[in-house]
Every structure is written in C-alpha cells, then in structure tokens.
C-alpha cells in the first residue's frame, strides 16, 4: 500500500498518482535538504496542569488521548504533516513533504476546525470530569530547511509559530503576517497585540482568526479583460455547433496556474443567453474528493426541477441508495440529457486537473454516449492533467482542447496599465513587472499589488506566486527537479552542457529536459555556448523558484562548479569573465552566510575579484563606468582587507568614481587604499595614488597648478620607473602630458604621450585608449592643420576598438570638418558622436564635449546655439569647481558677448577667471579677450588695450591654435570699436592668415569677407 503524502490516503501498491487527491504518489519524498516556505501550525492545551489536579491520572491519559487524535486526524485531513507532540502541544508542517500551493490557508481551516471541533469533546469532558479544554493555536509561515535526518522542519518560522501559539489567548487562533498574506481574501481576521519573540529586535506582527470564509483563495475582481477574443470566438462556436447539431461537445480549456482559464471562461457565460449554466468544481483537497464536482452540478440541476434517480442518491449522500460508478454516469447522463432537452446545457468544470479518476471517468462517460442533447462539456484544466491522462480528449471527434498562452506582450501592458493608478508605478518597474510576469495576467496582478502594497522599488516574487509554483516544481519526480535546479544555477536561460557538469550522477539529462519541456517548464532556446542547446525557464519566476528551494550549501558548491564548467566552455564569450567572476562571487557569498570562511573561502573570494578585475578593465575600455563602478567596487568588498590587489583596485575605483561625479566615494577610497599602502610600505599604490589626487584635482582643487600638477606626475613617474609598474609609468605620462598641454606647450605634450601610449600598448589597451583621447581633444585645441587632424581622426575610427573612443574622434573630427567648409558634415557627426558617448553614460565627458560643439556654432555664427550648449555643459559639470568648468565659462562669455549681452558676457569672464586654476592658460586668455572686447565696446579703449596686451602675452607664449584665432578677432573688434579701420583691416588680415594657417576655411572666408567690405582705404578721410 502506498499512503499519499499530501491527503493522507491510502493507495493500492505501485499506483502512479493518488486515488483521493490526484498528487502523484512516486519519488515527492524530499531525500535531500531542501529550503522551502511552509506554513507551521502549533497547537496547546491551556491550563492541562491544573487539568491533571482535577481529574484522575488515567481520566487524564484518555482525555488527552482523544484530543491528540482529534487533532492529529484533523491535520492530516487537511494535508498537514504532524511532526510531534512536546508536552501537550502538536506541532504540524504544511508543505512537507510537497508545498501545496494552498497551504497556508490549509492550515487556518483545520485550525479554525480544530478550534471549533474540540467543542463537542468538551461537551463530553464538562458532562464526566466537570472539565473543558482550551486551546491555543499559532499559525506562521516562512522559510524552512526540510529534508534533514533529525527535523521535520528548522527555521526561524518555527519559531515564530511556537511564540504565536504560546501567546495566543485560549481558545484563540493567531496568525503571522506573512500567512496572511497568502489568504487574504479568503479569511477574516482581527488585528493583535505584537508578540515579543527571543532573539527578535522587532515584536512580531499577529492577527486573531475571525473565521475561514473561503475554500479557496479568491482571486483579486474587478480588472478590465483584456484580448483573449479568438479563444472566446472558439468557445462561442463550440456552443453554436452544439446547439445547431444538438450534439454533446467535450471542449477543454488548458493552460498553466494564472493564465486566465476561468475569466475566460467567465466573460464567455456572462454572454450566453440561451442555455441552461450549472458548475462544479473540483478542489485540491478535502470535500473537493469523489463525485463532489458532480453532486454540485446535480443539485443545481435539481434544483431547476427534475427527479433525482436511486443512482443519483449516491453521489447526493443518501447512503441507502448503492449505486456503481457506471450507473452513476449513466444516472448522470440522463439528467443532463433531460435538461439539455428543454434548453441547450453548458456545465462547467473547473480545475479537473485535481479532479479524481471516476469522476473523470464520467466526464468521458458523458461526452461519448450521449445523444441527441445539446450539451456543452466545458473543462478547465492545468497542463498537469496530461500527465495522469494522456489521452484525455483524444480519440474522440466531439472533443477539443485549446491550450491558453500567455497574454501577447501588448496585452500584458494594457493589463498593468489598467491595474496602475496612474504615476504609484514608475516606468522601469512596469517593464520589470512585464518581464517577469511573462504574459501570465495572475502574475501581473499579484506583482502590480505588491508593489502598489508595500510601495516598493524593487519586484520578488509574490508570495502566492511562489506557494504556486513551488508547488509545482515539487510535483517533478527528484531527478527532474535536480535538473531544473541545476540549470537555474546558470540563470534563466541555461546549456544543457552546464547541467551535465553540474549533476554528473545524472545518466539522463536529455530525456528529463525534454519531459521538462513537455510540462511547459523550459522552452528550447538559441545556445550561446557554441556546440551546445540551451533552455529558457518559461518564466523568470521559476527559475527563482527552483533556486530558491536549494540550500545555501548546494548553491555555493554549484556556482563554484558552473564557473569552472565556463572557464572550460565558454571562455570565448565576451562577458566570460564577468560571468564567472559573479558565479565565483556568488559560491563566496553563500559560504559567508553559512559562517565564517576558512582558507578555501578566501581563495574563491580572490578568485572571483581576479575575475571582476579584468571585467571592470573591461567596462572602462568601452566606456561604461557605472559597471566599472560595480564590478570594482565588488572585487575590493571580496579581497582580503591587507592584500596588494585591494589596495590597487581601491586606486582604480577611486579614479572612475572621480569621473562619475562621485567626489566624496573616491576620496574615500583614495585615504582607505593610502592607510593600507603605507601600513604595508607599498611604493607602487602609494606612487599611483599621486595619480589618482592629481585626477580629481583637475576637476576640483582650485589651487592646484599646472605646473605643480607638473612635478607631482614627475615624481609619480620616477617612483613608477623603479617600481617597474609599466602600466602606472603610462598613466603618469599621459597627467604629464596633459599639464603640458594645458600650460599650452602641445608639441612638448605629444612627445610626451606617444612614449605614453609605447608603454601602455603593452600593459593595458584601455590606457592606451585613453591617452588617444587627450591626442583627440588637443586635435582641435592645437596647432595642427585642421585636414591633417581630420586624417587623425577617421583613422581613428577606422581602427579603434573603443565606442567610446570612436565617439570623442566623432566629436572633434566633427568640429573640425565644419570649420574646414563641411559645416552640416560636422555637426551632424559631432553630435552622433556626443549622442554615443551619453548612452555610455559617461556625464562628465559629455558635459565637457559640450565645449568642442559649441565652438563649432560660435565659428559658424550661430551664437544663440552656442550659447545654450555652453550653458548645458555647464549644468553637467556642476558636481566640478574649476578645471574644464572654468574653460566652459569662459566660452559662455564669448557666446553671451557676440550675443550682444555686455554686462553679462563681463560677469562671466569675471567667474570663469576666478574658477580657473592659477597657470590654466585657456580660461585666462579667453576671459581677458572677453573683458577687453566689452571694454572696448563700451568705449574704454586704453583699458581694452592693456587687457588685450595681456591677453596676447598669454596666447603667443602657446601653440593653442583656437586661441590664436580668438586673439585675431578680438583684435579686430577692438579695432573696429574704437573707428580705426586701418587698424581693423590689418586684424582680419592677421585673422585671415591664422586661420588658414590652421585650415580654419570658414574663419578665414569670414575675416575676408569682413575686410572686404571695409570702406576702401583711399576714401578714408
Ligand atoms: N484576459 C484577461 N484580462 C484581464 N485579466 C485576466 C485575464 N485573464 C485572467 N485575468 C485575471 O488573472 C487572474 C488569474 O486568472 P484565472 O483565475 O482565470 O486563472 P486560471 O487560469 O483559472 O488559473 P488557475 O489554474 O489557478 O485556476 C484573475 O484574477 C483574472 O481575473
Ligand atoms: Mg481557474
């Protein structure tokens, strides 16, 4: 005999699935540890001591006697699994040892049973010994560690239980919240007084059961239907057939938990006008046994006028009319036949997939030998009943059944649109909610709430969704569920390669996929893994589910498995590093929430930041520094507190932060590596981390110099040649050329970052990639000629492997075509190119490109353009206090001074200079030329002079071909502003010539053009 584990039955020897419940009876036992979510039910008798004074030891022994197998038969009725009886208490586990998704309501309704049950066995007490007893019950659920040799069940939640119990008043039920949540609908409930608990900060939350209102959990009412009209069209023309040809009609709906069977169904009858409509309904467990679906649909029958025959009794409970399974169909047959008859019959069942086999049996019964009777036989079923009956519906010409898919992916956005109050749900999180929810509107609506509930940023699972679905997964056989976990290691999409590996005493992985495949678990998928298939779960939330059942242990193993399993498999993906560095991650975390790590811990924690290291390389060569971010700051959380790697990691994290804005996280990160270095006399990371000062000071120290930035990169570099750190020598490098560059010597600054780029092509392409950029920027502030640069440029994009890179050589290779005549050109490309380098999301740099694109429309004369770019870059260099903000204002005052806005153009000027570092030539060359323009303009001429003068002796110590430009036509101006048009004609000749000297054509036309309608020089009066 085998004895079912869910509804207690018992079962002839080798039967496949339940009698009484359906549950498949082979291989559920959990042989292994298991994390799961169950419901615990603890039950006491209160005042049993003051019991014992009153009555007779032996009176006592029997009467407690009587309540335990009260309680016990109660709890196993309604599937709970009774673990012990300490003292007087009974402690029960729902969901052991398979998770129902109806547990924990299973266990409120033999509490509230139990609660209300012991009353006739008080009768009986009161009437003997002049006794009651009273009982105290808790219910909670939660997560649980089952499967082990000694308990039942371990967790916190037990726990909570005992607590609950302990603490509810006799007589009282009280339930955790997290029970609650699962039966919301279904229950009604009072709020209790918090319930203090060992070892818990917070009193835990309780609630007095009221009553059990429900079988089963209602579903949420009132969403608009959305789609669905060609299964509703199928169903109307099943029901038109059925009339037209007065024939039966066996139509079955399937479709997995949630998909909507029953709505369906629903707004189909609520359009039926002419038919008779009776329902039955098989439930999981409990009255939901035998005929029960049918003895509703009978008595509503009945009820409509009609006799019931002898055989009809039966099912009806009259237990004195016998009647066989084949009579009772027959029976049943001729009553629908009677009531089809008068008016065509629709009778619905639902759920038949817990429906059992004889009544499953006259559902067939009917549907093939019924005659001439407008019957409609409309079934609703999960996937599960074509595995307890394979053929259900086949073989038969009247028979048909439709599998529901899940809702189309607009459908599903109609659906959350429609249950969102408007703005509760930001956009990403709908999306997020849409993904997961994978077209299942019971998702939808379960996520959409939660969220709404407990207004959260984040989506999990719904806790009903997980009771759902673990309750599934714990239907698979072991071997089975052991391939569904060990693909879930991977992730939602997993190679069947990996599962292999990863359960090497499994022979047949193929034949479980495809079974896997068949009960519409997984899905086939396109591999990533050359050579190899690959497997989606059907939803995200399944692949959760069976994660989630796997001990903390397993998993760490298992991640530890799979990152090897990729080494060897799938080093040639371009993520491989990242992939394996978070799989190493992952084995490192859990065995940290185990206990503390020994050695071999430690090991896997390096390992992984080895990994993390080089995909954070990575992520800064294309530009993407919110991941670099992330993946650096993972691989310092993993590296012991005194290793080397920490320390330098720590540097590179400081430096990207500093490029994301994050100014105070990068000086963290800077003073925690420096403590380290110095502790351990680390010259290499203590001459980095100049570096790294000088990185930030740029952007936020204004009394760093260049020249100081000069020494400083000097030293570094000295430090960095005995150390021998060729990546660091590159590094320093590139800071000396910059300062140089930004002291306005450019051809000192290229000699300086070509031996930059020698050493660095070796040690890291990312910096090499790097010290391309500042050559790409000083293209256009430079000498060089404009058609030689654009060479430069497309070159660049022509070989570069950086996105990044190819977009700043976009940017200025875009500047530089519209100053050589290709204007539309230009700044098309340009702004693609500053377009690429925001979607990488690199702010900052796309904030300071703002500059290279506004000089592009202040060339062209477009200065209103100008102007706003300048201001927008501006607002994207907020987080900075001097360095490329001071050069952006400075520009702002050019654009708002051609713009004719005086008084501001000088108070800009003014602001640029006073951010600008003190040797910063750029911001204090343009801000003078800005202030001796307005000066003359305004009619001070001497003043302009001596402002200009200045300004010249700046610029012509530079080779900044843009300034010189800007000197040019500043000369001019005042020339012209002060009515010496000799004077004027000879500033835009000197215009004319610097500007085609740098093959500025467009500059150079206009200085033309503007001498050229000077007034001829012979008229001159
Ligand atoms: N097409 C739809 N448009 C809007 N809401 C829907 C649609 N289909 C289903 N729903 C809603 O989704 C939830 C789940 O649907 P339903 O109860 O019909 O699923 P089911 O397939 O019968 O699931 P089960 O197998 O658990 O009985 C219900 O609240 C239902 O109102
Ligand atoms: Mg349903």
Not at 303 to 319: N, V
Not at 461 to 481: C, F, G, K, M, S
Request: charged residues 30%; hydrophobic residues 45%; glycine residues 8%.
């Amino acid at each position: 005999m085998v004895v079912c584990s869910s509804c207690g039955a018992t079962n002839r020897d080798g039967a496949r699935f339940c009698d009484s419940c359906a549950a498949p009876l082979t291989d559920v036992r959990p042989r292994r540890e298991a994390r799961k979510t169950v419901t615990v039910f603890f039950c006491d008798v209160s005042g049993s001591t003051a019991l014992g004074e009153r009555i007779d030891p032996e009176s006592l022994r029997a009467v407690m006697a009587r309540y335990f197998e009260e309680a016990k038969t109660i709890l196993e009725r309604h599937g709970g699994t009774v673990e012990k009886f300490i003292g007087d208490a009974v402690m029960a586990v729902f969901g052991v040892p398979a998770v129902h998704e109806d547990d924990a309501l299973r266990a409120l309704r033999a509490a509230e049973e139990l609660r209300d049950g012991i009353g006739p066995l008080n009768d009986e007490l009161e009437r003997s010994y002049g006794t009651r007893l009273e009982l105290r019950i808790g219910v909670n659920t939660g997560e649980v560690v089952t499967g082990t040799e000694e308990r039942i069940a371990t967790g916190d939640a037990v726990n909570v239980a005992a607590r609950l119990e302990q603490a509810a008043p006799p007589g009282e039920v009280l339930i955790g919240d997290d029970t609650l949540r699962l039966v919301r609908d279904a229950v009604e409930v009072e709020p209790a007084e918090p319930v203090k608990a060992k070892g818990k900060a917070e009193p835990v939350t309780a609630y007095r059961l009221v009553a059990v209102r429900s079988a089963t959990r209602p579903r949420r009412a009132g969403t608009p239907m959305v789609g669905r009209d060609r299964q509703r069209k199928l169903l109307e023309d099943a029901f038109a057939n059925v009339v037209g040809e007065r024939s039966c009609q066996l139509f079955t709906v399937l479709g997995t938990a949630g998909v909507g069977k029953s709505r369906l169904v629903a707004e189909f009858l609520r359009s039926l006008e002419e038919a008779t409509v009776a329902r039955g309904r098989c439930l999981s467990y409990g009255e939901g046994v035998g005929y029960w679906p049918v003895t509703e649909v009978v008595k509503q029958l009945l009820r409509d006028g009609g006799g019931a025959t002898a055989s009809l009794g039966t099912i009806l409970g009259d237990a004195s009319a016998a009647g066989s399974p084949d009579e009772i169909a027959w029976a049943v047959r001729k009553l629908l036949e009677a009531h089809a008859a008068e008016r065509p019959l629709v009778v619905v069942f639902d759920d038949i997939h817990w429906g059992e086999p004889a009544f499953l049996d006259l559902i067939e019964h009917v549907a093939d030998l019924s005659r001439d009777a407008p019957i409609l036989l409309l079934c609703l079923a999960r996937p599960e009943l074509l595995e307890r009956r394979a053929a259900w519906g086949g073989g038969k010409l009247n028979a048909t059944n439709v599998l529901l898919e899940p809702l189309a992916v607009e459908e599903s956005r109609e659906l959350i649109e429609a249950l969102v109050e408007a703005e509760t749900i930001d956009a990403g999180l709908r999306a997020r909610i849409l993904e997961s929810a994978a077209g299942n509107p019971l998702f939808v609506e379960e996520m959409v709430a939660m969220v709404a509930e407990d207004d959260r940023s984040d989506i999990t699972v719904p806790p009903t969704i997980q009771a759902l679905l673990a309750a599934r997964l714990d239907q698979l056989d072991t071997a089975e569920r052991g391939v569904l976990e060990r693909g879930s290691i991977e992730g939602q999409v997993f190679h069947r390669g990996a599962v292999v590996a990863l359960a090497p005493e499994e022979t047949a992985v193929d034949g479980r996929l495809v079974s896997l495949v068949r009960k519409d678990l997984v899905r086939p998928e396109r591999p990533v893994v050359a050579d190899d298939e690959a497997f989606r779960f059907r939803h995200l939330l399944i692949r959760d589910t069976a994660y989630d059942g796997l001990p903390k242990a397993v998993r760490a193993e298992l991640h530890e498995r799979f990152a090897a399993w990729l080494v060897a498999h799938a080093d040639d993906l371009v993520e491989s590093d990242e992939l394996v560095g978070y799989h190493l991650e992952q084995a490192y975390r859990y065995r940290v929430e185990l206990g503390p790590p020994d050695a071999d811990a430690q090991r896997l924690g390096e390992r992984a930041a080895e990994h993390l290291l080089v995909s954070a390389e990575r992520a800064r060569a294309r530009g993407d520094s919110d991941a670099a971010v992330s993946l650096l700051s993972t691989a310092v959380e993993l590296l012991p507190a005194d290793s080397p790697e920490r320390r330098a990691a720590q540097v590179e994290l400081a430096v990207v932060l500093t490029w994301c804005g994050d100014l105070a996280g990068a000086e963290a990160a800077r003073e925690e590596a420096r403590a380290a270095a110095r502790a351990a006399a680390d010259d290499r990371v203590l001459a980095r981390l100049l570096l790294a000062d000088l990185e930030a000071q740029v952007m936020h120290a204004p009394d760093l110099t260049m020249r100081g930035g000069l020494a400083t990169s000097e030293q570094a570099l000295a430090e960095l040649e005995r150390v021998g750190d060729e990546e660091g020598i590159s590094w320093a490098l590139l800071l000396r050329g910059n300062f140089e560059a930004w002291l306005g010597r450019n051809a000192e600054a290229d000699r300086l970052w070509l031996r930059a780029l020698e050493r660095a092509e070796q040690a890291s392409p990312r910096r090499a990639n790097e010290v391309r950029m500042w050559m790409l920027w000083a293209l256009w502030w430079g000498p060089i000629h404009v058609d030689e640069c654009i060479r430069r440029c497309e070159e660049l994009k022509r070989h570069s492997t950086s996105k990044e890179l190819e977009a700043h050589a976009m940017v200025m290779g875009g500047n530089l075509k519209a100053a050589s005549g290709a204007l539309d050109e230009g700044r098309a490309e340009a702004a693609a190119g500053r377009e690429v380098i925001r979607e990488l999301g690199d702010m900052l740099r796309w904030a300071g490109t703002a500059m290279v694109v506004g000089e592009l429309e202040l060339n062209a004369g477009a200065y209103g353009r100008a102007y706003e770019l300048f201001s927008e870059g501006r607002e994207g260099l907020a987080t900075t206090a001097t360095g490329y903000l001071s050069t952006m204002v400075a520009f702002q005052a050019l654009a708002a001074l051609e713009l004719g806005r005086l008084d501001e153009a000088l108070e800009l000027a003014d602001e640029a200079e006073r951010l600008a570092q003190r040797d910063d030539i750029d911001p204090h060359a343009r801000g003078r030329i800005v202030r001796a323009r307005v000066l003359a303009r305004r009619g001070d001429l001497a003043a302009a002079d001596v402002v200009i003068r200045e300004a010249a002796e700046i610029v012509e110590e530079t080779d900044w071909g843009a300034l010189h430009l800007d000197l040019a036509w500043a000369r001019a101006d005042i020339e012209r502003a002060a009515g010496r048009r000799e004077g004027e004609r000879q500033a835009l000749e000197r215009a004319v010539e610097v500007a085609e000297a740098r093959g500025n054509r467009v500059a150079a036309e206009r200085a033309r053009r503007q001498a050229a309608e000077l007034p001829d020089p012979t008229l001159d009066g």
